[in-house]
């Protein structure tokens, strides 16, 4: 599992964003919130969502 980017619990592994909903709630209010999911959602099904990781050599695509 992945963890949340500001209070770092756990987050699923499926999930397309990398915080939870309370601090993304709280960040965004709830309307942006659920906008920011649902796009970055629709974005994955079309496949125009990619994932980046830190390797030690700087980012690098990982395709999931």
Not at 12 to 29: N, P, T
Request: proline residues 2%; negative net charge.
């Amino acid at each position: 599992m992945k963890k949340c980017i500001y209070c770092g619990t756990e987050v699923v592994d499926e999930s397309v964003i990398d915080f939870c909903r309370k601090c993304g709630v709280g960040v965004f209010g709830v309307k942006m919130f659920d906008a920011i999911v649902q796009n970055m959602e629709e974005a994955r099904e079309r496949g125009d969502l990619c994932h980046m990781r830190m390797d030690p050599k700087g980012f690098s695509e990982e395709k999931r």
